[in-house]
């Protein structure tokens, strides 16, 4: 599994856990901004990708084998009238990221963990203000996905 597989598979994972009431709401990969004003959704937006620097310098071995992490922003979006259910939208998201931290992989040649990341108000505006976007209910997530060595099986 890579980055981009473990996002979609969170996207995945988030819209077949949305309750019946709140079923309309769209489960989208891209920019946050690009949400129109009406739409009811939770976009997922990848901040930034980096390799796992500390791992390099520590493990013998390919680069290639060195664990990648992408910083993921989960927003939600809705309409004022359904402001609570936007919020309830991202609890439902927050509620997947809890209780599945380990995504499956349709292989076995990696794996991939996803965690809530605990961030300031400040923290947060920041990422905001540098989307160039007004602040919207969101959270930050950190996915992992490490190379498993040949060889080795997950089961």
Do not use: K
Request: charge should be negative; hydrophobic fraction near 45%.
């Amino acid at each position: 599994m890579n980055c981009a597989a473990a996002i979609d598979r969170i996207r995945t994972l988030v819209a077949e856990s949305l309750p019946l009431d709140l079923a309309d709401a769209s489960v989208v990969i891209g920019h946050p901004s690009a949400q129109e004003d009406y739409t009811f959704a939770l976009s997922l937006f990848v901040l930034q990708l980096r390799d796992d620097a500390a791992w390099r310098t520590t493990r013998p071995g390919p680069v290639s084998l060195a664990p990648i992490e992408a910083d993921l922003l989960m927003a939600a979006h809705a309409p004022p009238d359904r402001w609570s259910d936007g919020t309830r939208l991202l609890e439902v998201a927050c509620d997947v990221i809890r209780t599945t931290p380990r995504l499956e992989s349709a292989t076995s040649h990696s794996t991939a963990e996803v965690h809530l990341r605990p961030v300031t108000l400040n923290e947060i505006t920041d990422v905001w203000r540098a989307l160039g976007a007004p602040l919207q209910p969101s959270v930050l997530c950190t996915v992992r996905v490490s190379p498993m060595p040949v060889g080795h099986d997950l089961r």
